[in-house]
C-alpha cells in the first residue's frame, strides 16, 4: 500500500507548476528558487558543503520542515542544527524510529509511542515479555545496521480510511488514529528501512546522520498511562551526530550516577521510601533539617514581600472540584474517599482553597493585591510506575502562593515575581532562562484581556533584561504564562518555577471585589510557585551540590571530636555552645579511634570537624578542619577562638552564601 499512494504522491509533486519563489533566511539574504522542487537541503548544499552535513531539520515560515521535501511557495527558511533544541528533538525522535524498527524486528513485537525527550528518546511496545538488559546489544546491533544502511525517511501524507487498513494489525496504531485523526481528513506517516510508522514528522534526511547509538534502559508503563489498560514495555536511549559528543554523555551519566539523589539520600540518612507508603517520603532528621530550612528560607521572604502565610485544609468535598473545573479534567489523579453517602478527594493544589478564603467575605480594591502563600500537604495519585525518588511522588509540598489583584496591577506584581524568583535561583547560583507562552486556540476570555495581559507580561519581562524567549500558543487555556527553566551543575534543565495568569477560576469562583467607584469587578489571580515541589527541589539540590551542602542549608555543619576520652566534656561543651547558637553541631563519643572518627566524619561530608585537645580546652578554642580542605594532605587545621569561629559560622547562615571561607 505505501509504495502504491507514495507513487501517486511523487507523481502529484512532479505534475505541479514550477515557479520561481524567493526565500529568505535569518540574516536576511534571498535565495532563489523553484517551487516543487527546490528543497531546503538543495539550499544547504548550496551556501556550504559543511552546512549541508550538520544540519538536520528545516524549519519554513516558523514550522518545521523535513529537508529533502520541496518548498511550495516563498518563505522564510531556518536550518536547524542538533545544537538547536527544535533540531535535537528532532534527531531524538527520528533516533526513535531506529530504535521502533530494531525493537520491531527483534521482538516481533506492536509498536506503540516512540517520541523525543530532553535527553534521549524511547519506544514503547506491546509484547508478551518483558525487555532485560541482556537484550540491549541486539538492539544496538540492528540500530547500528539500519544506521549503516542509510535509509531515508520518506513522508507520505494518508487519509484516515488509508492509516486504518493499514494498521489493522496493530491496536494501539488503531486507538490513536480513530482518537487524533477526524473523520474525512488525513495525516502522515514515515518510512526508514521496513519500518513504517504512523506519524507527523518531520525528520532527518536517513538514518546516516546517526553517529553514535546507544540502548541506556528499559521499563514498563499502562497503554496511555492507565492501569487499567495494557502493561507495555519501554525501551530508552540516546544518540549523537558524532562520537565525540556520546563519550562526553556517557561521563555525563557516570558523574551523574555519584550524584544520583536517592544514592546520596540514602548514605546520608537524609530520606527513605517505604512499600507501605508508595511514592511518599520518610524525611529523617538530617533530611528534615534541609526541607525545614528551604521552607523557613521562602517564610522570612514572604514577610519581606508582603505575603500572607495561611492554611488550607487537606480534603474537600468533590463539588469544590467540580466548581473548579479539576474534576472533570484530573480526577483520575487525584486520591477520592467517600465519606457519609458523599464523595471527598485529597487535595491536589492549594488554588480552590485559595478562591474560598478569598470569597469568604466581601473585599474592597484596598485589600488588592493579596498574596496567599500556602505549604500545605498535597497528594497526586501518580501511576506506581512512574514514581521515581524524590522526583515524582505522591505526597509533596509546594512553596506555592496565589495572588490576587487588579489588572492595573498585574506589571508590577510581575516585577515582584521576577525579582523573587531571581533571589532565590541566585541564592543556589542556578541560572535560568525564561519564555512567555501566549494565547492558545482555545482559551477562556475574551481577545482584550489577553492581549492586555499579554503586553503587560512582555512589558515586565523586558523590565526585568534578562533575554526571554517568546513560546507563541503555548499559554494555558486560562491565561498566559512565564515559563522558567533553570541550570544546575551538570548542565540539566529542570522547571521549578511558574508564573501563571488564569482569569478562569475568578470566573468560575465568581470572585469579586469593590471598586473605588463602588461597582464589583472580577479580580486576576497568578498562580506563583519559585522551589515547587520541595521533594523535587531538595532531589535537584543534592545532585547539583553532589551531598556537598553549603553551609547554611547543611545537616551536618560541624562535628566536634576529641582527641582523647577526657577531652569529652569539652567536646560536649563545644557542641552544646554551638547548638544553642542554631548551628547543627555533634561531638563523637564513640569509642572509635581518633583517625576514625576523623575519616567518618570526612566521609559524612561535616562542613566542618572541630577537634579539640588539651591546647584547645586551655585556650577554649577548637581546631577547624575545613571540608574543602578534606582531600588535601595537610588538613591540620588551625587554632581558633571558639566565640570567634562561632560568629563566623553564623554569617556563614546568614548570607547563605555557597563557600565556606570563615
Not at 530508552?236 to 544514592?263: C, T, V, W
Not at 508508595?278 to 521552607?295: E, H, K, V
Request: overall charge neutral.
Amino acid at each position: 500500500m505505501f509504495n502504491r499512494l507514495k507513487k501517486e504522491y511523487d507523481e502529484k509533486v512532479a505534475s505541479m507548476p514550477r515557479e520561481d519563489i524567493e526565500v529568505t533566511l535569518p540574516d536576511g539574504k534571498v535565495l532563489q528558487g523553484k517551487s516543487w522542487e527546490t528543497s531546503p537541503l538543495d539550499l544547504a548544499k548550496g551556501i556550504s558543503k559543511s552546512l549541508s552535513e550538520k544540519v538536520v531539520i528545516a524549519k519554513v515560515d516558523g514550522a518545521l520542515w523535513d529537508l529533502p521535501r520541496p518548498l511550495e511557495k516563498s518563505c522564510k527558511l531556518e536550518l536547524l542544527t542538533f545544537e538547536d533544541d527544535e533540531g535535537r528533538k528532532v534527531f531524538w525522535h527520528s533516533s526513535a524510529h531506529v530504535l521502533g524498527e530494531a525493537c520491531e524486528l527483534h521482538y516481533g513485537c506492536h509498536l506503540c509511542l516512540g517520541p523525543p525527550l530532553d535527553d534521549g528518546f524511547y519506544y514503547e511496545m506491546g509484547m508478551e515479555k518483558a525487555v532485560i538488559a541482556s537484550d540491549y546489544p541486539a538492539l544496538e546491533t540492528l540500530a547500528k545496521r539500519a544506521i549503516s544502511e542509510k535509509q531515508p525517511f520518506e513522508r507520505l501524507v494518508m487519509t484516515k480510511e488509508s492509516l486504518l487498513e493499514m494498521f489493522k494489525h496493530n491496536k494501539y496504531k488503531q486507538h490513536f488514529i480513530r482518537d487524533k485523526v477526524p473523520d474525512g481528513t488525513s495525516t502522515t506517516v514515515y518510512r526508514c528501512g521496513p519500518l513504517i510508522d504512523l506519524c507527523l514528522g518531520p525528520h532527518i534526511p536517513n538514518t546516516g546522520k546517526i553517529k553514535a547509538f546507544a540502548v541506556t534502559k528499559n521499563s514498563s508503563s499502562y497503554f496511555l498511562g492507565d492501569a487499567n489498560n495494557d502493561s507495555l514495555q519501554r525501551v530508552y536511549g540516546i544518540s549523537f551526530p558524532d562520537n565525540k559528543q556520546m563519550k562526553k554523555h556517557l561521563q555525563f551519566l557516570e558523574d551523574a550516577a555519584k550524584r544520583d539523589h536517592r544514592k546520596i539520600g540514602q548514605q546520608q540518612e537524609l530520606f527513605f521510601f517505604s512499600d507501605l507508603s508508595p511514592g511518599s517520603c520518610f524525611f529523617l532528621p538530617a533530611g528534615a533539617r534541609i526541607y525545614n530550612t528551604l521552607m523557613d528560607m521562602q517564610k522570612e521572604e514572604y514577610r519581606k514581600r508582603g505575603f500572607h502565610e495561611v492554611m488550607t485544609p487537606n480534603m474537600y468535598n468533590t463539588k469544590l472540584w467540580e466548581t473548579s473545573g479539576h474534576w472533570a479534567n484530573y480526577s483520575e489523579d487525584m486520591f477520592v474517599l467517600d465519606v457519609e453517602k458523599e464523595q471527598w478527594a485529597l487535595k491536589p493544589m492549594n488554588c480552590p482553597g485559595h478562591c474560598l478564603m478569598f470569597k469568604h467575605r466581601e473585599r474592597s480594591h484596598r485589600e488588592l493585591p493579596l498574596r496567599l502563600a500556602d505549604f500545605g500537604v498535597l497528594h497526586r495519585n501518580e501511576a506506581s510506575g512512574a514514581l521515581s525518588g524524590l522526583t515524582r511522588v505522591r505526597r509533596f509540598q509546594q512553596d506555592d502562593a496565589h495572588i490576587f489583584c487588579r489588572l492595573d496591577q498585574l506589571g508590577a506584581e510581575m516585577d515582584s515575581c521576577l525579582d523573587f524568583l531571581q533571589h532565590i535561583y541566585g541564592i543556589f547560583g542556578f541560572e535560568f532562562s525564561l519564555k512567555l507562552s501566549t494565547r492558545p486556540e482555545k482559551f477562556l476570555g475574551d481577545v482584550e484581556t489577553w492581549d492586555k495581559a499579554e503586553k503587560l507580561l512582555e512589558e515586565a519581562l523586558n523590565k526585568f533584561g534578562k533575554k526571554w524567549e517568546l513560546n507563541p500558543g503555548d499559554g494555558a487555556f486560562y491565561g498566559p504564562k512565564i515559563d522558567i527553566v533553570m541550570t544546575d551543575a551538570l548542565r540539566r534543565r529542570h522547571q521549578c518555577a511558574t508564573i501563571q495568569l488564569d482569569f478562569q477560576l475568578p470566573q468560575r469562583f465568581e470572585l469579586q471585589y469593590r471598586s473605588k467607584d463602588m461597582t464589583y469587578e472580577r479580580p486576576v489571580m497568578i498562580h506563583r510557585a519559585i522551589l515547587g515541589s520541595l521533594e523535587r527541589f531538595i532531589a535537584i539540590l543534592t545532585e547539583n551540590f553532589g551531598g556537598n551542602w553549603p553551609f547554611w542549608l547543611s545537616p551536618r555543619q560541624v562535628l566536634v571530636i576529641p582527641v582523647a576520652p577526657k577531652y569529652n566534656d569539652y567536646a560536649m561543651e563545644v557542641q552544646q555552645f554551638l547548638y544553642a547558637k542554631g548551628i547543627n553541631a555533634e561531638a563523637d563519643l564513640s569509642e572509635f579511634t581518633f583517625g576514625k572518627k576523623v575519616a567518618m566524619g570526612r566521609n559524612a561530608r561535616w562542613n566542618f570537624i572541630f577537634v579539640v585537645g588539651e591546647e584547645e580546652v586551655q585556650a577554649r578554642s577548637v581546631n577547624c578542619r575545613n571540608r574543602n580542605d578534606f582531600d588535601s594532605k595537610t588538613t591540620k587545621g588551625e587554632m581558633r577562638k571558639l566565640d570567634e569561629v562561632a560568629e563566623k559560622l553564623l554569617e556563614l547562615v546568614q548570607t547563605k552564601t555557597l563557600n565556606q571561607i570563615i
